[in-house]
């Protein structure tokens, strides 16, 4: 399974009451796809998967896979601190159609290197579906050293590809290197897209391209066919942006974003809070800029 250049790690609407916008997040699933996602990832972190209840989670998954229709990879998160939780989410993401799962590293608990090991190649022992590990040692508490990952890439046949946001280019570099030929590195970082690709990744596992999702592809286009300074031009426009849907804790910003395009996406649960009048000012400037600068790079598009 080829998840391509460029996933999704999709938000959850909810409405005023706190329950999941469904007719919402089809129109997401929709505007993704048409604006060059390659692959869609349910309940992952963007997802606020940690305010979802399990039937909540095993409902979106159902439900992206239903909507989705084929038309692009879905992938699961699946993953906990929990192996024995993760096994039984990852069974039920099988069931309902998913075409990949993801498993983040065990949090909290903060397992040694053997035990995520060996909680990794448990989960992927259980399931035919390819498997994604995603290392972000910055909510976690706990990176996935380098020579954990090249030792899993070449022991377990189904796990596939890393989502890479520990932010290290040289651990990233050192994975790319030694691992089993067949397995993909993505950045989990939007600003270190074009980076990773020019040492060798895969491409990212994204946030940004809920809303710039078609100037992403362009970057990666460019840099595919040897246009790198149209590929550094972009990336250094959506630089700023990218830092402005971090510049709060995620999913509030890009949420916010998402309403600038005509979602009703702003509601996140607690504690996850809505921006403030001033925050989303200091992203609207950015915003404001980031389009004046797109303008010129989307021409080269079109000429």
């Given at each position: 399974?080829?998840?391509?250049?460029?996933?999704?790690a999709?938000?959850?609407?909810?409405k005023?009451?706190?329950?999941?916008?469904?007719?919402?997040?089809e129109r997401?699933?929709?505007?993704?796809?048409d604006?060059?996602?390659?692959?869609?990832?349910?309940?992952?972190?963007?997802?606020?998967?940690?305010?979802?209840?399990?039937?909540?989670?095993?409902?979106?998954?159902?439900?992206?896979?239903?909507?989705?229709?084929?038309?692009?990879?879905?992938i699961?998160?699946?993953?906990?601190?929990?192996?024995?939780?993760?096994?039984a989410?990852?069974?039920?993401?099988?069931?309902n159609?998913?075409d990949?799962?993801?498993?983040?590293?065990?949090y909290?608990?903060?397992?040694?290197?053997?035990?995520?090991?060996?909680?990794?190649?448990?989960?992927?022992?259980?399931?035919?579906?390819?498997?994604?590990?995603?290392?972000?040692?910055?909510?976690?508490?706990?990176?996935?050293l380098a020579e954990?990952?090249?030792?899993?890439?070449?022991d377990?046949e189904?796990i596939?590809c890393?989502?890479?946001a520990?932010?290290?280019?040289d651990?990233?570099?050192?994975?790319?290197?030694?691992?089993?030929?067949?397995?993909?590195?993505?950045?989990?970082?939007?600003?270190?897209?074009l980076?990773?690709?020019?040492?060798?990744?895969?491409?990212?596992?994204?946030?940004a391209s809920?809303?710039?999702?078609?100037?992403?592809?362009?970057?990666?286009?460019?840099?595919?066919e040897?246009?790198?300074?149209?590929a550094?031009?972009?990336?250094?426009?959506?630089?700023?942006?990218?830092?402005?849907?971090?510049?709060?804790?995620n999913?509030?910003?890009v949420?916010?974003a998402?309403?600038?395009l005509?979602f009703d996406?702003?509601?996140?649960?607690?504690?996850m809070?809505?921006?403030?009048?001033e925050e989303k000012q200091?992203?609207?400037?950015?915003?404001?800029?980031?389009?004046?600068?797109?303008e010129?790079?989307?021409?080269?598009?079109?000429?």
């Amino acid at each position: 399974m080829d998840f391509g250049r460029i996933g999704t790690a999709m938000i959850t609407p909810f409405k005023k009451d706190g329950t999941i916008n469904y007719p919402e997040l089809e129109r997401i699933i929709n505007h993704l796809i048409d604006n060059g996602t390659d692959a869609i990832v349910a309940c992952g972190t963007t997802s606020e998967n940690p305010t979802m209840s399990t039937e909540e989670k095993i409902e979106v998954v159902r439900f992206t896979v239903e909507k989705v229709a084929g038309r692009v990879p879905v992938i699961a998160g699946t993953g906990d601190n929990e192996t024995a939780y993760s096994i039984a989410m990852t069974h039920k993401a099988e069931e309902n159609g998913a075409d990949g799962i993801m498993l983040v590293t065990p949090y909290y608990n903060k397992p040694n290197q053997r035990g995520m090991y060996a909680h990794f190649e448990t989960i992927a022992k259980e399931t035919s579906l390819p498997v994604m590990l995603y290392n972000v040692p910055g909510r976690t508490g706990a990176n996935i050293l380098a020579e954990t990952t090249i030792k899993i890439s070449r022991d377990v046949e189904n796990i596939t590809c890393i989502k890479e946001a520990s932010g290290n280019l040289d651990q990233m570099g050192d994975i790319i290197e030694n691992v089993a030929s067949d397995f993909y590195v993505y950045s989990g970082d939007d600003g270190l897209t074009l980076p990773l690709l020019a040492i060798g990744g895969r491409g990212i596992i994204s946030v940004a391209s809920h809303v710039v999702g078609k100037d992403m592809q362009q970057m990666v286009r460019a840099f595919e066919e040897g246009r790198h300074q149209e590929a550094a031009q972009i990336h250094r426009a959506l630089l700023p942006l990218v830092r402005a849907l971090f510049a709060q804790p995620n999913p509030s910003p890009v949420k916010y974003a998402m309403t600038k395009l005509g979602f009703d996406t702003l509601d996140v649960r607690m504690p996850m809070m809505e921006m403030l009048p001033e925050e989303k000012q200091a992203f609207d400037n950015i915003w404001d800029t980031y389009q004046a600068k797109a303008e010129k790079f989307r021409a080269l598009q079109n000429s």
